[in-house]
């Protein structure tokens, strides 16, 4: 079979790697991809968000399957557009994706079906808004409901913080039409984690779990990024009684849901969770892979992953299990200088050929015989051994033999894990 990887980043690059390995897959095809993902994949110059583009070219190529990467292709309909043309896709349809694409909608489900979340209030009027914000406690969480690069979410520490916060989404639009509405919430306090699960809108199939360092800077310091790193399992975070509690509380009340608003989703669910001495309380829900969760994730998975987007797509997960590797894996982000702000492209990458780690390319792209960065995050060095530490000593052993001018990266990645 052939298939179609849409998406250009080091998630996109774990996911066609893992594709390329199935004895089922004939060619893999990525649009557009990068420099790295041509290793493994034949690139295709069509934006992720031009679907009637991606429509023609995967009836003219004859593709068997198409997996989408980022957010907004899966908000913008893209499943629903290749299901109407006869083309099989992987990933939950519009109306479904709202459980990422809106915050408000996305609350409201969790409320209406029991989903631990934190407390707090919908508005799609500024005034009530600040009238909700005046009657709570600091530090207050204010959310943009669409959208918005990961950006639209303040954590206020007072109360004309958070007022700012409605103003610049609400009134200035900051984030464009993302601020129509919304989400007012309480601050959690606890530890963060990632959670997987395929669902075929029956059942699901959980993933071991991740955790991902959202801040530039070691010690969670610095702005928010789309994520510098990620170690897999976090059991120390997630252990086996609060996994259960994820798995009764969250998963089986979400198929719950789905089932009572006749929601199609058949796909990635990507809950972020914040365990708090509560139990597990739900951030947001994702419709899709984390980037860079997927990269050890990917890297531990010992199934067919051809296996399990079918057995998703067909409703046939209760049947279906998956193997994973007993190794832990860890993946550090090696950055362009300045990300998550300002940077500059276009500088050679060094050293790509002396690592044992598989390296996943987000941010490059190929000139002649070299490799170029072209993106924030630039490369995923992604490192499995047998214990945590080892895996973590052998991801920084080949990202310190990596270079690139401005390179940045994080230095703790994975020690809350140890
Ligand atoms: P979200 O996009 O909703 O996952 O929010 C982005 C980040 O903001 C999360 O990864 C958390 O670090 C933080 N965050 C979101 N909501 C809350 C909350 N209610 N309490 C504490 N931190 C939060
Ligand atoms: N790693 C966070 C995300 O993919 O949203």
Same mark, same amino acid.
């Given at each position: 079979?052939?298939?179609?990887?849409?998406?250009?980043?080091?998630?996109?690059?774990?996911?066609?790697?893992?594709?390329?390995?199935?004895?089922?897959?004939?060619?893999?095809?990525?649009? &557009?991809?990068?420099?790295?993902?041509?290793?493994?994949?034949?690139?295709? &110059?069509?934006?992720?968000?031009?679907?009637?583009?991606?429509?023609?070219?995967?009836?003219?190529?004859?593709?068997?399957?198409?997996?989408? +990467?980022?957010?907004?292709?899966?908000?913008?309909?893209?499943?629903?557009? #290749?299901?109407?043309?006869?083309?099989?896709?992987?990933?939950?349809?519009?109306?479904?994706?709202?459980?990422?694409?809106?915050?408000? #909608?996305?609350? %409201?489900? =969790?409320?209406?079906?029991?989903?631990?979340?934190?407390?707090?209030?919908?508005?799609?009027?500024?005034?009530?808004?600040?009238?909700?914000?005046? $009657?709570?406690?600091?530090?207050?969480?204010?959310?943009?409901?669409?959208?918005?690069?990961?950006?639209?979410?303040?954590?206020?520490?007072?109360?004309?913080?958070?007022?700012?916060?409605?103003?610049?989404?609400?009134?200035?639009?900051?984030?464009?039409? *993302?601020?129509?509405?919304?989400?007012?919430?309480?601050?959690?306090?606890?530890?963060?984690?990632?959670?997987?699960?395929?669902?075929? +809108?029956?059942?699901?199939?959980?993933?071991?779990?991740?955790?991902?360092?959202?801040?530039?800077?070691?010690?969670?310091?610095?702005?928010?990024?789309?994520? =510098?790193?990620?170690?897999?399992?976090?059991?120390?975070?997630? &252990?086996?009684?609060?996994?259960?509690?994820?798995?009764?509380?969250?998963?089986?009340?979400?198929?719950?849901?789905?089932?009572?608003?006749?929601?199609?989703?058949?796909? =990635?669910?990507?809950?972020?969770?914040?365990?708090? &001495?509560?139990?597990?309380?739900?951030?947001?829900?994702?419709?899709?892979?984390?980037?860079?969760?997927? %990269?050890?994730? =990917?890297?531990?998975?010992?199934?067919?992953?051809?296996?399990?987007?079918?057995?998703?797509?067909?409703?046939?997960?209760?049947?279906?299990?998956?193997?994973?590797?007993?190794?832990?894996?860890?993946?550090?982000?090696?950055?362009?200088?300045?990300?998550?702000?300002?940077?500059?492209? +276009? $500088?050679?990458?060094? +050293?790509?050929?002396?690592?044992?780690?598989?390296?996943?390319? *987000?941010?490059?792209?190929?000139?002649?015989?070299?490799?170029?960065?072209?993106?924030?995050?630039?490369?995923?060095?992604? *490192?499995?051994?047998?214990?945590?530490?080892?895996?973590?000593?052998?991801?920084?052993?080949?990202?310190? $033999?990596?270079?690139?001018?401005?390179?940045?990266?994080?230095?703790?990645?994975?020690?809350?894990?140890?």
């Amino acid at each position: 079979m052939k298939v179609l990887v849409i998406g250009s980043g080091g998630r996109e690059h774990a996911l066609a790697w893992k594709l390329k390995q199935s004895p089922r897959v004939a060619e893999v095809f990525c649009a &557009p991809g990068n420099g790295g993902i041509a290793q493994v994949a034949t690139c295709v &110059p069509l934006a992720a968000n031009d679907h009637g583009a991606l429509v023609q070219f995967a009836k003219r190529e004859g593709i068997g399957l198409t997996v989408v +990467g980022p957010d907004d292709a899966l908000a913008g309909g893209i499943v629903d557009h #290749f299901e109407s043309e006869g083309l099989r896709i992987f990933g939950p349809t519009k109306s479904a994706a709202r459980l990422e694409s809106s915050k408000v #909608f996305a609350k %409201q489900f =969790m409320l209406r079906h029991g989903i631990p979340t934190a407390a707090g209030g919908q508005f799609s009027d500024p005034a009530e808004a600040c009238a909700f914000i005046a $009657k709570m406690a600091v530090p207050i969480v204010v959310k943009a409901s669409g959208l918005a690069l990961g950006k639209g979410v303040i954590i206020a520490q007072t109360h004309a913080e958070a007022d700012a916060a409605v103003r610049e989404i609400m009134v200035e639009r900051k984030f464009g039409d *993302a601020g129509t509405e919304v989400v007012i919430e309480e601050f959690l306090d606890g530890l963060e984690c990632s959670i997987h699960a395929l669902v075929d +809108g029956r059942g699901y199939l959980l993933f071991p779990s991740a955790q991902d360092h959202k801040r530039a800077l070691d010690g969670d310091r610095g702005l928010n990024t789309g994520g =510098m790193g990620t170690f897999s399992p976090a059991d120390k975070i997630l &252990p086996p009684a609060m996994e259960k509690r994820v798995r009764v509380e969250v998963m089986d009340r979400f198929i719950t849901g789905l089932r009572a608003d006749d929601l199609d989703f058949r796909g =990635m669910l990507f809950p972020g969770l914040m365990i708090t &001495p509560n139990g597990p309380k739900v951030l947001e829900f994702n419709c899709r892979f984390g980037d860079p969760e997927t %990269q050890v994730l =990917m890297a531990r998975l010992d199934s067919d992953l051809l296996d399990l987007l079918d057995a998703t797509i067909d409703r046939r997960l209760g049947k279906c299990g998956a193997r994973w590797l007993p190794s832990p894996a860890v993946c550090v982000i090696m950055a362009s200088g300045g990300y998550p702000g300002g940077y500059e492209k +276009g $500088k050679p990458i060094t +050293g790509l050929d002396s690592v044992d780690a598989t390296v996943f390319h *987000a941010g490059t792209k190929r000139e002649g015989d070299r490799y170029l960065t072209n993106g924030g995050r630039v490369l995923g060095v992604t *490192a499995l051994a047998a214990t945590l530490g080892a895996a973590r000593e052998r991801a920084y052993a080949d990202v310190k $033999k990596i270079h690139f001018e401005g390179a940045h990266y994080r230095t703790d990645i994975a020690a809350r894990g140890l």
